[in-house]
C-alpha cells in the first residue's frame, strides 16, 4: 500500500518546528524506518510531516562532564561505528550493532525509536538501564524526563503532543565498567522477543508485552521473576561476567 498524500516541512529552527507541529494532523520525522511502514499500512495518515533532524543540535553527540549528550537524530549507524565519543565502555555500540540491518542503522535514529517506544526495541531498555535522560522541547519550554519514566505502555511515552525530543543525556560509566546484554530473537537483527542487560549495579529486562521492568541489582537475582526473565537475567549476567574474567 501506499500512503495518503502529506506534505514534508524540512524544520529550521525550533520555534518554526514547534508551531508546524502545534497544526492539526502534523507529526515528526527522523529517519522514517517506523513511520514509514506504519504510514504505507495507513494506521497512521499525518497530514504534515516536520522533519526534525535539520534542527540545531540534534546532530550533535557531545562529551559533558558526567557523560554524553546525544542528539536525537544521530543515526544507529553512528554509534555502532564509534562516531559518538564511547561513555559507556562500547555498550552502545554493541547494542547499536545488533538492531535491524546496516540499511535501517543507517537512517534510524535514537531519537525516533525512543519516541516510537516498541517495548521489543533496544534502546527504550537501554537507556533506562543507563539512568538517562531525555531532553525535550516544547511550547512551553524545555524539560528533562527519566528514562525509566519514559515508556509509560507500548508506544506510548510521556512526550507531549507537539513536544520535539532533542537529545538523551547518557551518564558515563566508571572506567573499566562490565555490561552484559542479551537478546533474544529468532533472526540476527530483528526486534526481540525479550532482552536482559547487566551493567554496573543493574539489572533490567524487557519483553515485547511490555514497558521495560527494572529488575533489581547485579550482585543477585530479585525473586519472584518469571522463567523468561530469569533465562534473561542470567545470560546477562553470565555475559558480564565473562567480560569481567576475560578483562
Ligand atoms: C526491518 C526493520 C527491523 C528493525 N529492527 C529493529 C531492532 O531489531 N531493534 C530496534 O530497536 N529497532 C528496530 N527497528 C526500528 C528502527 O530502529 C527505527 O530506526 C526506529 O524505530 C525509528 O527511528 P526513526 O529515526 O526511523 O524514526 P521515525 O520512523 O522517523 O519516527 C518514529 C516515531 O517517532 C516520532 N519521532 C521521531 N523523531 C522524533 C523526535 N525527535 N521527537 C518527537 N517525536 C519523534 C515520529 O513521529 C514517529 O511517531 C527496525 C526497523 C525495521 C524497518
Known amino acids: 500500500m501506499k500512503p495518503v498524500a502529506f506534505d514534508y516541512a524540512p524544520a529550521e529552527t525550533l520555534a518554526g518546528a514547534l508551531a508546524a507541529l502545534a497544526a492539526p494532523g502534523a507529526k515528526p520525522l ?3 524506518q517506523s513511520l514509514a511502514p ?7 495518515r499525518p497530514a504534515t510531516l516536520v ?7 540534534l546532530r550533535d553527540a557531545l562529551e559533558t562532564p558526567t557523560g554524553l549528550r546525544l542528539g ?8 555502532e561505528d564509534g562516531a559518538v565519543p564511547d561513555v559507556t565502555c562500547g555498550f552502545l555500540a554493541h547494542v547499536a550493532r545488533g538492531i535491524a540491518y546496516r540499511a535501517v542503522r543507517n537512517r534510524g535514529t535514537i531519537g525516533g525509536s525512543l519516541c516510537h517506544a516498541d517495548p521489543a ?5 537501554c537507556m533506562a538501564a543507563l539512568n538517562a535522560t531525555m531532553i525535550v522541547a516544547g511550547q512551553g519550554g524545555e524539560r528533562r ?9 507500548p508506544f506510548v511515552t510521556a512526550l507531549a503532543a507537539g513536544e520535539i525530543l532533542l537529545a538523551v543525556e547518557i551518564p558515563r ?4 565498567s562490565r555490561w552484559g ?24 529486562a524487557g519483553a515485547i508485552e511490555g514497558p521495560p521492568a527494572l529488575l533489581g541489582s547485579l550482585d543477585d537475582l530479585p525473586p519472584g521473576l518469571d522463567a523468561q526473565h530469569r533465562q534473561l537475567a542470567a545470560v546477562a549476567v553470565t555475559r558480564a561476567a565473562a567480560m569481567r574474567d576475560a578483562a
Open 51 to 57: 522533519d526534525v533532524k535539520p534542527l540545531p543540535g
Open 145 to 153: 524526563i527519566p528514562a525509566r519514566e519514559w515508556m509509560r505502555a
Open 181 to 204: 546484554y542479551a537478546k533474544i530473537n529468532r533472526k540476527v537483527g530483528e526486534f526481540a522477543k525479550a532482552l536482559g542487560v547487566a551493567l554496573p549495579g543493574v539489572l533490567l
Open 72 to 79: 536525537a537524530a544521530i543515526t544507529h549507524a553512528e554509534i
Open 121 to 125: 526495541a533496544d534502546w527504550p531498555s
Open 173 to 176: 560509566l566508571p572506567p573499566g
Open 38 to 44: 506504519t504510514m504505507n499500512l495507513r494506521l497512521v
Open 30 to 32: 527522523s529517519g522514517g
